[in-house]
């Protein structure tokens, strides 16, 4: 009985401890069963955590866009867009020889030697007499000073520089007298180029004005009927036009008054704006000549008239370019899946024949 007991113990003993086997390898199994689901839930893990990193990067794509299509775009767009000025009677608003030359009183000498001698030269001869009446280059600068320039061409022009835009000068006075003007209003630095006659003080202290192109040899060294033979507008024009190709510009916005400001007009193509100043010569050619213009044209009488009709263009072509990026951003977005839960594409089936 005992040993039964005994034999009946041991052999629950053994049913114990191979019970306690079985359940020691199905806790081992279930230990490497959930070893293998942490494995795979880290895999799963880090796949969730690309997918989310994806997203938020999408999301953040998005976000840039939505950057890009609020406010700030009209700047990056204007990028794309030169503002080229003349600079008498379009920045400031008078005539920068004449307000020096009739300030020093030297209207009429000026006028006799305007008699047998190109403007630019005459320019250049007037500056030695002034000197020789004791007129010194600082006396010169200082009547440069006051000469007109409107608060709102000022912040037509400090505008159309934040707003992105490049801005140049294409004038026939010179660089003396228009840096003078410009330092002293502060506007230097809003200027990428200036394209205007040399003009410079030599080692005895005098003022020295050139040509911008060299036609001592000949009677047009540009060969240009339209413009005084120091200086075609025109070809500049052109220059910059090749330039703004390598530069990714993309137009031109062209702001002048006179007569040597049609031949640059002509150059204009269709995506340019020409803003002619009302009833001032350049204007006058282009309404006798409207079939010869490209651009579109938008004249302006004063300096309010100037400052609202720029910074609308600049507008309205900032937002043409931007409605055309949106454009393309809508069909890049529709091309590209975003999201695919298998990240498998449909297959396409084989056609049978
Ligand atoms: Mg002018
Ligand atoms: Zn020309």
Known sequence: MEEGKHQSRREGGRRHQEREKGRERDRDSVRQESRRTEKEMRVLEKHREKHRDREIGMLADLASLTILLSAKTPSIMAATTVLVFDFDKTIIDCDSDNWLIDHLGATKLFDDLLLTLPWNTAMGKIMEELHSQGWSVE??????????????????????????????????????????????????????????????????????????????????????????????????????????????????????DGKGDFCPSLKLSEDDFVMPRFKYPVWELITENRELIKAEVHEWSDAEEQEKTLLQLINKVAMADLSNAAQLIDCKLQTVPISSPHGTFPKILPVHH
């Open 139 to 256: 006396d010169m600068a200082e009547v440069l000073r006051k000469a007109p320039l409107h608060p709102n061409t000022i912040s037509a022009i400090k505008s159309a520089y934040a707003l992105g835009c490049e801005l140049r000068i294409v004038s026939d006075a010179n660089k003396f007298f228009i840096e003078t003007i410009l330092e002293h209003h502060g506007l230097m630095g809003y200027f990428y180029e200036i394209n205007t006659n040399p003009g410079f003080v030599d080692e005895e202290g005098r003022l020295k004005i050139f040509p911008y192109h060299d036609f001592t040899s000949n009677v047009s060294s540009h060969g240009c009927p339209l413009c005084p033979p120091n200086m075609c507008k025109g070809l500049i024009i052109e220059r910059i036009k090749a330039e703004m190709v390598t530069e990714g510009k993309k137009r031109i916005i062209y702001l002048g």
